[in-house]
C-alpha cells in the first residue's frame, strides 16, 4: 500500500530541516498561527531539496494560543482567511499541493459545516484536495479528500483527537506510536500520517515509523 508520512512544520519548532529526511509531505505554516515570511521561504527550500511535498497548513490567526482555540467565523471569512494564506505560501515559492487546516480550525472543519465550507471552497479555488479525518464533515463536502491519521495524537472512542488540555493528549512513546500507526491503517483507511512538528518526540518519532511503514511491505510517497 502506498502511504504517505506528514508533519506539520514552519512554526518555529526548531528542527524542520532534520524532520524533512524522513517524511514525504510538509505541511508548511502560512504565517497566520505561528512562523512567518521566512520561515515559509526556508521550510519550502528544505522541502524542495529532499522532493517533499508541500501543502498549506492554515490556521486561525492567533499566535498567542498557536492557532489552537476556536475562534467563531462566518463561512466566508473562513474561506477568506484560508485564501490568504495559501496565497501567502505560493508567494513564498512553493508549489502548494494540497490544504491541511491546523489546530482548532482543523478540528472545527472535521464537525461543522460551515467552517468546512469554507476551508473546502479556499481549497478549490487552487484546485487543492484537502486533508483530514476520515469520515468528517469537510470531507462530505470536499470533492477530493485525503482521509489523515494522527501517529503522535490520541483518540476519543468517537474517533475524534483527544483535546489538547489534557495531559494524555500527545504520544510520545515510539512503541505506542507504531502501534497506533497499524492501527490507523488497518481500521481507518487513512491514506496519510502525520507527526507534529512541535511535538518534543518528532526527531525520534519520525525515523521510527517510516522504518516501520516499510517493515509492513508499505511504499511511502507522496499524496499530492
Known sequence: ?????????GEGAGHDAKLMGWITSANICCGAHAG????????????RRHSVAV???TGYADRARFGRAEIDLEPHEV?????RQIAALF???????YLKPHGALYHRAMQDEGTAWGVAQAAEAFGLPCVG????RLAEICDEYIPEGFADRR???DGTLVPRNRADAVIESIPEALDQLEWLIRTQAVR???VHGDNPAALALAPALKSHLLSLGHRLRAFA
Do not use: Q, W
Open 155 to 157: 483518540y476519543s472512542p
Open 36 to 47: 512567518g515570511p521566512e520561515d515559509m521561504r526556508t521550510a519550502v527550500a528544505a522541502a
Open 192 to 194: 496519510t500520517i502525520c
Open 79 to 83: 474561506k477568506s482567511l484560508c485564501f
Open 55 to 57: 501543502g498549506a497548513h
Open 1 to 9: 500500500m502506498l502511504i504517505d508520512l506528514n508533519a506539520d512544520l
Open 133 to 136: 479525518l476520515p469520515g468528517s
Open 91 to 97: 508567494e513564498a515559492g512553493a508549489e502548494v499541493k
